[in-house]
Every structure is written in C-alpha cells, then in structure tokens.
T-cell receptor, first 116, second 115 residues
C-alpha cells in the first residue's frame, strides 16, 4: 500500500458527462501529480500541484481541470467526456516541490474511467 | 521533449530463468534519473529500481539489476531467478534532474512467467 488513495476505483459514464476523480496523498505529502494511462500506452503527465498551487502542466486537455484543496487532497475534473477519454487516471504524491534521487513519488491504484 | 521507447510489448520467461527487458530513451540532458516500475494486475505502480545518470555503476536490487549504457541511451532491466509474482507490466521511465517533477514513461512490456 503506497498510502495514496484514489476514489472511485471504477467509473462508467456516458459521453458528454462530467466526472470528478479524487486523490488523497500520503500523509504529509504536499505535491500531487495526475497521470493518464490510455490503452497500450505509458502514463502521460497531466498536471502537478504543490501545496494548493498549480506548478506544471503537461498534456492536459482544456476540458480537464484540477485543484488541490487546503487539506491537500486533489480532484481532477473531466467534462464533456468523449470515448477517447476512457483510461486509467493515476495520482501520485511526494513530500516536496521537486523530486530528486532521494525523494520519491508514490502512486495510487488509479481510477479506471470508462466512457460509453 | 524526452521520449522513452520499449520495443518489446510482450515477453515471457520460464520460472527460475533470467529475462532482460529493453528500454531506450532520447534526451539532450546530461543529468537525469531512470526508473523501472512494475504494474501488476492490481494496477499499483511499484518502483522496482532506479539509476542516476551520472553514476556509472549499474543499480541492483536483489534479483533485479540494470544495464545502463549512457552513451547508447539504453537502460535494460534484468530479472534473475524469475518468480511467478514477477508477472506484470513493466514500465521504463525517465525524469530530469533539473526540472525533475515529470516522469516520461515508455509504453510498457508485459511479462509472463511460465511455471
């Protein structure tokens, strides 16, 4: 158990809908990262939050947004869903702002989103 | 941008034998980190082993070792004495030492262990 909790584990929704994925980082971790894993693909970086502030953006669509709350949990909001948004969405957390050799990122078990 | 390539979508190994998973990457940076992650059916991403680019010595963790060839930009994972529990998807990943908050992952290699 990595200590990172993601809910829900599975989500099935229709095209055009909006969903919210939730991530609770490890206790004390200030950084939260979101990744998307589509079928037969590696994980693609979406966004990084540190202590409530957005720090870096990757290949995140405009239909997607995220935030990190004062209690450090994070939510990833996906709207106007399309079939191609079906994927595993992972959250990872770490203690500091930057990752070095001695600071590791810990991944949750992901949320599997299926858009039908 | 950095890219990571895993050219073996699937591999299989007999239990107790040795298998090597391949990974190549492309970067113009001189200092970076390389990782192998294991993703079993539980979907949990588990760190297997990591290597810092400026360290020439290959990393080892029990039955897992790497062959890091910096000039060739190659980072292969060797699993010795394979066990049934090693069956999983394995991802190679790159992370910059300078702007190091983002992982770049390969597309993965699915490893089957044959009893």
């Amino acid at each position: 158990d990595s200590g990172v909790t993601q809910t829900p584990k599975h989500l099935i929704t229709a095209t055009g809908q909006r969903v919210t994925l939730r991530c609770s980082p490890r206790s004390g971790d200030l950084s939260v990262y979101w990744y998307q894993q589509s079928l037969d693909q590696g994980l693609q970086f979406l966004i990084h939050y540190y202590n409530g502030e957005e720090r870096a953006k990757g290949n995140i669509l405009e239909r997607f947004s995220a935030q990190q709350f004062p209690d450090l949990h994070s939510e990833l909001n996906l709207s106007s869903l399309e079939l191609g948004d079906s994927a595993l969405y992972f959250c990872a957390s770490s203690s500091g702002l930057t990752l070095d050799m001695n600071t590791e990122a810990f991944f949750g078990q992901g949320t599997r989103l299926t858009v039908v | 941008a950095q890219t990571v390539t895993q050219s073996q979508p699937e591999m299989s190994v007999q239990e107790a034998e040795t298998v090597t998973l391949s990974c190549t990457y492309d970067t113009s940076e001189s200092d970076y980190y390389l990782f192998w992650y294991k993703q079993p059916p539980s979907r949990q991403m588990i760190l297997v082993i990591r290597q810092e680019a400026y360290k020439q010595q290959n990393a080892t963790e029990n039955r897992f070792s790497v062959n890091f060839q910096k000039a060739a930009k190659s980072f292969s994972l060797k699993i010795s004495d394979s066990q049934l529990g090693d069956a999983a998807m394995y991802f190679c990943a790159y992370r910059s030492a300078d702007t190091g908050n983002q992982f770049y992952f390969g597309t993965g290699t699915s490893l089957t262990v044959i009893p």
